[in-house]
């Protein structure tokens, strides 16, 4: 079997590569919402990070869709240099109650990010959108985020498709958050989640129950070896003595 020349080993290798580069870009690329996952009941705050995928423009807009078939009663954003947010609600088709109980009619249905003048993601370049919302609905395990990145060129690129289970993943997948169950055993359950001090508390109380034990043993140890000292010297007393003793 005759082998190959060096240079078409080379330009074998050089498609190869670029081949397996394109088809790997692409899962670099994605707008996605950042942590993936969530606690569903709680509240809890993402980003949205949306990356510039192309060579020779900018993106200056984002518009992300919030659902309203599971709503969120509670959504902010935050604020970001060089970009204006923009608040849009919607009438719910069916009417929530607040954990205060209150009657609420409708909610957050869209937000939308511009960029100021002279600001824009570049090429190569990525941007977080953050948001806080909740409570999160326990009627659903995900909640999708319909997104459409626009470019300083007009281009705009709808990141609307939803992944379906078996089926490969879409050409522009929506951010999706995954909603998990509360753990009913979690004495956070249900709550914001943010880092509580309750487990650091019970650290706290075993690390000083635990030093507290130690402290004793050391004690006691020094207990037995001060007696046994005692002992010792009394033992040699008696027998000086007794030696002293016609």
């Known amino acids: ?103 609420i009619t409708d909610a957050v249905s869209k937000i939308t990010w511009t960029a100021d003048a002279g600001t824009k993601i570049g090429p190569g370049q990525f941007q977080e959108f953050r948001i806080s919302l909740g409570p999160l609905p326990t009627d659903t395990d995900k909640l999708v985020f319909k997104a459409l990145q626009t470019y300083d060129d007009g281009n705009v690129v709808r990141w609307i498709d939803e992944a379906q289970s078996g089926q490969p993943e879409p050409q522009h997948p929506a951010p999706t958050l995954t909603l998990t169950k509360a753990d009913a055993a979690s004495p956070a359950a249900g709550g914001h989640q943010m880092g509580g001090s309750g487990s650091q508390d019970a650290t706290v109380s075993v690390g000083a129950a635990r030093s507290d034990d130690s402290t004793a043993r050391t004690l006691g140890v020094v207990g037995i070896v001060v007696g046994v000292i005692g002992a010792g010297l009394g033992v040699l007393g008696l027998r000086r003595k007794s030696s002293v003793t016609p």
């Open 1 to 103: 079997m005759r082998s190959l020349p060096a240079r078409r080993l080379t330009t074998v290798a050089a498609l190869t590569t670029g081949s397996v580069l394109a088809l790997a870009a692409p899962a670099f690329a994605h707008v996605t919402v950042q942590p993936g996952n969530a606690q569903a009941g709680g509240y809890t705050a993402v980003a949205f990070r949306v990356p510039d995928e192309s060579d020779t423009a900018g993106t200056t807009k984002l518009e992300v869709t919030v659902p309203t078939d599971h709503p969120v009663t509670s959504v902010s954003t935050q604020p970001l240099p060089g970009w204006t947010a923009t608040v849009e609600k919607s009438k719910l088709a069916t009417p929530v109650k607040s954990a205060k109980g209150a009657v």
